[in-house]
């Protein structure tokens, strides 16, 4: 028998086990609100990492998620990047891109670590080594500054 508060003495006429009881029952339902809330927060946390790291999660954040949470990140991701795809022509479009409104097209960037080779849209290649400085446009380095590989200089 699972509860510490018999019932079948509460149904008998013992009248004080009936507010214990009571009283136990509201307990469960609070704790259940408040672990209803913290996992619906922990959910909102996780969505706007994806707007923040992109679609992969550094291995440091994804450490500290459950299985559960990495699933549902996923599902996320596969969802977003569907209706992404849904819309804006052939291409789709890229919602996760200038969160901010730019105030310049080009921005001047330093690699923070070897990266390899980077493609940009007129088809140049550029290599991104450490400390090497480069002129990029702005949509295609704003993943790459999130996830640490850029780093934006401020003039």
Same mark, same amino acid.
């Given at each position: 028998r699972r509860g #510490?508060?018999?019932? #079948?003495?509460?149904k008998?006429?013992r009248?004080d086990?009936?507010?214990l009881?009571r009283?136990?029952?509201c307990? +469960?339902l609070?704790?259940?609100r408040?672990?209803?809330a913290?996992?619906?927060d922990? +959910?909102l946390? @996780?969505?706007?990492l994806? =707007?923040?790291?992109? #679609?992969?999660?550094? /291995?440091? @954040?994804?450490?500290?998620? #459950?299985?559960?949470?990495?699933e =549902?990140? /996923?599902?996320?991701?596969?969802s977003?990047a569907?209706?992404m795809?849904s819309?804006?022509g052939?291409?789709? +479009?890229d919602l996760?891109?200038?969160?901010?409104?730019p105030k310049s097209?080009?921005?001047?960037?330093?690699?923070?670590?070897?990266?390899?080779e980077f493609e @940009?849209?007129?088809g140049?290649?550029i290599? +991104?080594?450490k /400390?090497?400085?480069h002129?990029l446009?702005? =949509?295609?380095?704003e993943?790459? @500054?999130r996830?640490g590989?850029l780093?934006h200089?401020l003039?």
């Amino acid at each position: 028998r699972r509860g #510490s508060f018999p019932r #079948s003495e509460a149904k008998a006429g013992r009248s004080d086990l009936i507010f214990l009881i009571r009283f136990r029952h509201c307990c +469960l339902l609070r704790d259940q609100r408040c672990l209803l809330a913290y996992l619906y927060d922990r +959910l909102l946390r @996780i969505r706007a990492l994806r =707007w923040e790291y992109g #679609s992969v999660l550094p /291995n440091t @954040i994804q450490f500290h998620m #459950s299985a559960e949470e990495v699933e =549902w990140f /996923n599902r996320y991701k596969k969802s977003l990047a569907t209706y992404m795809r849904s819309v804006g022509g052939e291409e789709g +479009l890229d919602l996760t891109q200038d969160i901010k409104p730019p105030k310049s097209l080009y921005i001047e960037v330093r690699c923070l670590r070897d990266y390899g080779e980077f493609e @940009i849209d007129d088809g140049t290649t550029i290599l +991104l080594k450490k /400390n090497s400085q480069h002129f990029l446009p702005r =949509w295609k380095c704003e993943q790459l @500054i999130r996830q640490g590989v850029l780093e934006h200089i401020l003039s």
